[in-house]
């Protein structure tokens, strides 16, 4: 009997460079030897929409998709990057005195990080009494009741920027317009490449798929985050190699028993 | 949309949403009230979907497994009740086995008030049975093939299946004459491949939300003899088994639906080329 | 869960099942926690428009709250009942269409607004989305019927291509956000804590 | 004529269909009616269906003798010590475990899913294409070597998008787009059916039949 499933050895593999990859660019982020990241103008753009959203006396809003509060699914990885960009924006509104409103998801189990958050956000920036716990709204169950509580909650209140970042499915092709409708600036990204294109065309900057995780790195300015850039193109250089030991192994008819390693 | 536009360019540029909205749901509705048999284009793969339902031989078995969503219905419903009336038309014995959730209700609607089988002279446990719903998955499709009896012992009002006289001897896949796949997951096309086509080698066609179609284009007509998808097909099949059904309706709104977007599409890049080579008022 | 799925002894299978279950237990009996922050939204919001109408607003909320809870509760079968799913059906079953339908005017607009000819990645963008929406229009396909094969090149070609990197590229990034949790490092929980 | 209560459920329906379509127009009353109706009706819901799945699947099995099934339920019941900011600290340990298995869920179903069988399908199509000697089939294949390639290439950011990367991220970004748009349009009719529907609900069978008996 082995100790590895047959069909996981690449799977392995993959994962163990990871490992040893984030392990050696934590040392050097951690020795501040890591070189600067490529920009991302959306990100510059967050500020640019808490100082509209002041100048317009409108709040700014922050939603991270109907189904964004995903814990403990495949998609997990986004529920963390956009309590990243949440604490981020809850810091930003607290400095300089911006309304904030946050669009929680449905999933009640994500409510307990999502104040956290925000509470934190305002700590640090020295200002914990301006939290107000009535910023953060539930809109009930599945993503289409959610829409349109967003919605009415740009019409009833305004929108000076919105920053959408998280999980989203057939959520965001209403709120974003409608917030750009409202004369919001919409600022935003998902990891679900089937929903960029809303984001694409609705946004006024957009974070295209993978520029989420970048952008979570380059908000926080932790070593551990900017060093997991970096790993992130370790990945992408073992992508590569697969392309090519596979057009290898194809080429020796051995193509579908390379990749069912 | 806050700032007013000044040139004629940039008006047409910046045109109300609300005007796009408005003639939308106008061009929508007329062919709602007053359908205007717009011409369809019949594709190959509807083509093949009715002769392999045609060229059955009378008392065939027909296995139809069935995974409708009523929020999609829609997009399906035309196919489904076109496929439905051709079955009942011939002489064939069909086993409709439902593997969605919503699928019990839908069929029981379609079958109770929509196409009657009795208006085709059809009996139930006779000429046709309905099982009831049970979530499949491909591993499940392949237990259906080899033992019907072990996924569904009974149908959908309780009957044991060895008290229901048409599926006497109607045990596994060798039974089966043809399987009409619907399904809403696109990659689920490869399930009937590998769990009928593949084992068994029987003809399979297929139903699914025009979204997947391209999916199933590279599958025929190597794999499966015909497919439908979404409702610009399911007008198609109407038209082909000549059974009228809600397909005309959606593809006369489908087509003038779209036209207002397309105006505004088309003003859009007018407006966007006037304000840049005639007022300059863009660069590059 | 890792080593359920690279080793193949039963006692990790089992765990993960263990777990599995485990957090949909979890998961459900917060459910009742969203409520406390509408409530909370819902009294500031009055507070803020002491209207009538704003009242009507918050009162038609806990009126249909109540009355799904009680029909949910009442009838033998509870939420599975025909009376229950009677009233979710022609409520919830038409606003979920309905909000569908809205999209597609919310997607034309938008389309307005960024399908013009201004760059490269523009006219991508935009011959991506026409050829493919006219391929799916019943009349072009008559009337130019080499649109049904471009449109599916471009659906099984460049939307393949172009997909896929930013799947991987995607995929790569949340598994260093997994590998960076497990590892301790993960400052945003950190915070959360 | 149709049954009174089919002619209730089609008016009911018929309203929360306008209360959707009238965001398009305004802000306006019907609106905000609908919209606090459904959140309200939908919290139920949730609420109904989530203690409906832990009363079957922890409550009563606990009482009939699956004793630990009282860790979920008691951990489940620690979130709401998060509504209480001195002992909201408690909240972090079930925040935790779901943490802890989503981790771990994904990393396992991302690498072969996500990854592996993503360059798997781009080596394999493409080598078929060659063995079969289809020469479009080749071309197209190839394409999408070349998009798979460079689209992955437009995701780098530790380096600036220059030279030879720079023109890869180029070619890679319009592969990138064509697919936003093809994206956008896939839904977009899809979108258009949901509206046709509805429509046609509300004319045809409200309307039409029920109200009017045709």
Redesign the interface.
């Known amino acids: ?5 047959t069909g ?1 050895y690449l ?2 593999s ?2 163990v460079i ?2 040893i990859a ?1 392990y050696y660019y ?1 040392k050097i982020a951690l020795a501040g030897k890591l070189p600067p990241l490529r920009k991302i103008p959306a990100i510059e753009a967050i500020t640019e929409g808490v100082g509209k959203s002041i100048e317009e006396n409108k709040p700014v809003h922050y939603a991270m998709g109907a189904s964004g509060g995903q ?2 699914s495949q ?4 529920t ?2 956009a ?2 960009f949440l ?1 981020y924006i809850a810091r930003l509104c607290a400095k300089y005195g911006a309304k904030l409103i946050v669009h ?1 998801p ?4 994500s ?3 999502i104040e ?2 925000v509470r ?1 956000g305002y700590k640090v920036e020295g200002k914990p009494e301006l939290f ?3 910023c ?5 169950y ?1 993503a ?2 959610w ?2 509580s967003v919605t009415a909650s740009y019409d ?1 209140e305004g929108v000076g920027l919105n920053l959408s970042i998280g999980i989203f499915y ?1 959520d965001c ?2 709120s ?3 917030a ?2 409202k004369g919001g600036l919409n600022v935003g990204g998902t ?4 929903m ?1 294109y ?1 984001f ?3 946004c006024d900057y957009v974070f ?3 520029e989420i ?2 952008a ?1 790195a380059i908000i ?1 300015q ?1 070593p ?2 900017l060093s ?1 850039v970096f ?2 193109e370790v ?2 250089y073992y ?1 590569y190699i697969l392309l090519i030991l596979g057009f290898i192994a194809a080429a020796l008819g051995a193509g579908a028993a390379f990749f069912a390693l | 949309m806050s700032e007013k536009p000044t040139t004629f360019w940039e008006k047409i540029g910046k045109i109300d ?1 609300r005007w ?2 408005a003639l ?1 749901l106008i061009f929508t509705i007329i062919p709602i009230i007053q359908p205007l048999g ?4 019949v ?1 190959e793969g509807t083509i093949g979907y009715f002769n392999a339902i045609d060229k059955l031989k009378p008392g065939s078995v027909v296995a139809v497994s069935f995974g409708a969503s ?2 999609l219905l ?1 997009e399906q419903e035309a196919q489904y009740l076109a496929t439905w009336k051709m079955l009942f038309q011939r002489e064939l014995k069909v086993i409709f086995y439902c593997t969605y959730a919503d699928s019990p209700l839908i069929i029981q609607k379609h079958l109770g008030s929509v196409v009657k089988p009795e208006n085709y002279g059809k009996k139930y446990g006779v000429d046709y049975v309905v099982l009831p719903y049970a979530p499949l998955g491909e591993a499940g499709e392949a237990s259906f093939a080899q033992n019907i009896r072990g996924v569904y012992p009974n149908d959908i009002y309780g009957t044991p299946l060895d008290q229901i006289p048409m599926m006497k001897n109607i045990n596994d896949q060798s039974a089966i004459d043809l399987v009409i796949f619907m399904y809403t997951s696109c990659t689920d096309v490869e399930w009937p491949i590998r769990q009928w086509v593949v084992p068994y080698k029987k003809p399979v066609i297929v139903a699914t939300l ?1 979204c997947c179609g ?1 999916m199933a ?2 599958y025929y007509p190597t794999q499966i003899q015909g497919f439908l998808s ?1 409702s ?1 097909m399911g ?1 198609e099949i109407e038209i082909v088994s000549k059974n009228p059904g809600p397909g005309a309706m959606m ?1 006369d709104a ?2 003038l ?2 036209l ?2 397309i105006l ?2 088309i ?3 007018i ?3 006037g304000r840049r080579f005639v007022t300059k008022e ?1 660069k ?1 | ?2 080593l ?5 002894f039963e006692v990790f299978a089992q765990f993960k099942g263990i ?20 409530t ?2 819902q ?3 009055y507070q803020r428009n002491r209207t009538p ?1 704003q009242l ?3 009162l ?10 009680i029909s ?2 009442a009838y033998p079968g ?2 599975n009942s025909r009376e229950y799913q ?1 009233w ?35 006219v ?10 006219l391929r ?4 072009f ?2 009337y130019i ?1 080499w649109i ?1 094969p471009l449109g ?32 301790g ?5 950190e ?3 | 004529m149709a049954a009174f ?1 089919d002619i209730l ?1 089609g008016l ?3 309203f ?2 306008i ?3 009238s ?2 127009w305004k802000d306006n ?1 019907i609106f ?3 919209q ?19 009363l079957n ?2 409550v009563l099995p606990m009482l009939s003798g699956n004793f630990w ?1 009282f ?3 008691f ?3 620690l ?2 010590t ?2 209480k900011n001195e002992i909201a ?1 408690i909240a ?1 340990y ?15 179903g ?2 072969r899913g ?2 592996i069988d ?2 798997k ?2 080596v394999l199509d493409f080598s078929k294409s060659i063995a079969s000697g289809d020469s479009m089939g080749i071309f ?1 294949y190839l ?10 290439s ?2 780098t950011f530790t380096r600036e998008h220059k030279g030879l990367l720079g023109a890869s991220a180029k070619i ?21 059916t ?2 046709i ?3 046609s ?1 509300i004319i045809n069978t409200v309307i039409k039949t029920m109200l009017l008996g045709g």
């Not at chain 1, 990891?191 to 089937?194: D, H, S, T």
């Not at chain 3, 471009?154 to 590892?183: D, K, Q």
């Not at chain 4, 606090?36 to 832990?54: C, P």
């Not at chain 4, 890679?172 to 258009?192: D, K, Q």
Request: proline share 3%; aromatic share 12%; hydrophobic share 55%.
């Open positions: 009997m082995y100790i590895i499933k996981t799977d392995l993959l994962l990871l490992i984030m934590n814990l403990y998609l997990v990885s986004m963390i990057v309590l990243a604490h929680m449905y999933q009640a189990e409510i307990p990080l956290a958050m934190d107000d716990i009535s953060l709204r539930y809109h009930g599945g289409l009741t829409t349109q009833a057939s092709p209403i974003l317009e409608m750009k409708i990891g679900r490449w089937i960029v809303a694409a065309m609705m295209l798929g993978q995780y970048t979570g926080s932790n551990y985050l997991g790993v992130e990945g992408k992508s | 949403y796009l909205y939308s717009l011409p369809i284009q594709s009523l929020a829609d025009g391209p284009v590279p979404g610009g007008t593809s489908k087509n639906g779209i207002p977007f505004f599409f003003l859009g890049n407006s966007y080329l863009v590059k | 869960m890792i359920s799925y690279f080793t193949p777990a599995t279950n485990w957090v949909v237990i979890i998961s459900a009996v917060t459910v009742a926690m969203g409520l406390v922050y509408m909370n939204a009294i500031k919001m109408l009507a607003y918050v038609t909320t806990y009126f249909f709250f109540f009355a799904f809870l949910g509760l509870d939420i009677w979710f059906q022609n409520i919830y079953g038409n606003v979920g269409a309905t909000v569908y339908a809205v999209m597609f005017f919310t997607l034309a607009s938008s389309a307005y607004r960024t399908f013009v000819v201004s760059s490269i990645e523009a991508a963008l935009l011959l991506g989305g026409m050829l493919y929406t799916q229009i019943p009349l396909q008559v019927p049904v599916e090149w471009v659906l099984l070609v460049p939307n393949t291509a172009g997909g896929r990197g930013a799947v991987v590229a995607a995929a790569l990034a949340a598994l260093v956000v997994g590998i960076r949790t497990l590892w490092k993960e400052v945003t929980l915070v959360a804590s | 209560i459920g009911v329906g018929t929360f269909i209360s959707v379509l965001m398009l009353p905000r009616i609908g606090q109706a459904i959140i309200g009706a939908t919290i139920a819901h949730y609420i109904l269906l989530n203690f409906k799945s832990a699947n922890a099934l860790i979920p339920l951990l489940g019941v979130m709401y998060r509504l600290w972090r079930p925040t935790s475990v779901l943490v802890g298995i989503g981790t771990g869920v994904m990393i396992a991302t690498m996500q990854i993503q360059m399908n781009t197209n394409l999408i070597v070349i998009g798979v390639v460079t689209s992955i437009f995701f890679g970004r319009i592969f990138l787009m064509i697919s936003l748009g093809a994206n956008w349009s896939g839904e977009l009719v899809w979108y258009l949901q509206l529907g509805r429509l609900w």
